[in-house]
């Protein structure tokens, strides 16, 4: 069975610091990679995607993920981070021919002034 | 013009009792799904529609039952509510293309429940 990893569970980053969140998977094949976030009490807001060709993604809100598939991650990064950005962030993977997401524990990110 | 839905927003109520939560979505799509997120913020599927057609159906009691009445709907019937039911319920929806892994999925606000 597929599962993801998100090994930091809790991050503090200074507003205008460079941010990357780590995501490792376990699969078989290449699944099919996503980054949602989470602000307080809401719902989740997908951020970028990975399904194939060039593994380097841009999303929203300034936000860029890399595939790598000879370590099995596909991290998060943002070069600069703004306050509004602490949320929960969530990684998450869909094997193909399966629709469901499968979710990695969430990393919460703080952002100090 | 809200694309998921999700009523109540929050919902509290005694063990024992049963209570239902809607989703509606007016993206036009055909695959609906709950999640549940635990205390943890843990999220787990629980079920997925196609075109009302139940396909996923995860390792959850039989107290759960979902109903799909059309495609663009997606209610959850939870019966004698246990303590441990307490979570925040999500509700998604996406489209099936050729690849169907390939949809991304969007989510509603979430029905927090509390079961006392």
């Known amino acids: 069975a597929q599962s993801v990893t998100q090994p930091d569970i809790h991050i503090t980053v200074s507003e205008g610091a460079s941010l990357e969140l780590r995501c490792n998977y376990s699969y078989g094949a290449t699944p099919y990679l996503f980054w949602y976030v989470q602000s307080p009490g809401q719902g989740l807001q997908l951020l970028l995607k990975y399904f194939s060709g060039d593994t380097l993604v841009q999303g929203i809100k300034g936000f860029e993920a890399e595939f790598k598939r000879s370590q099995s991650s596909f991290n998060l990064r943002k070069p600069s981070v703004h306050w509004s950005d602490a949320a929960e962030y969530f990684c998450?993977?869909?094997?193909?021919?399966?629709?469901?997401?499968?979710f990695g524990s969430g990393t919460r990110l703080q952002v100090q002034p | 013009d809200t694309a998921v839905s999700q009523t109540p927003k929050y919902l509290v109520t005694q063990m024992g009792n049963d209570k239902s939560i809607k989703c509606e979505q007016n993206l036009g799509h055909d695959t609906m799904y709950w999640y549940k997120q635990d205390s943890k913020k843990f999220l787990k599927i629980m079920f997925s529609?196609?075109?009302?057609?139940?396909?996923i159906n995860e390792t959850v009691p039989n107290r759960f039952s979902p109903k799909s009445p059309d495609k663009a709907h997606l209610n959850l019937h939870i019966n004698s509510l246990e303590l441990g039911d307490s979570a925040v319920y999500f509700c998604?929806?996406?489209?099936?293309?050729?690849?169907?892994?390939?949809?991304?999925?969007?989510f509603g606000p979430g029905t927090r429940l509390t079961v006392t």
């Open positions: 998604a929806s996406s489209q099936s293309l050729a690849g169907a892994a390939r949809s991304e999925q969007y």
């Open positions: 529609y196609n075109n009302k057609e139940l396909i």
């Open positions: 998450a993977v869909s094997p193909s021919g399966r629709r469901a997401l499968t």
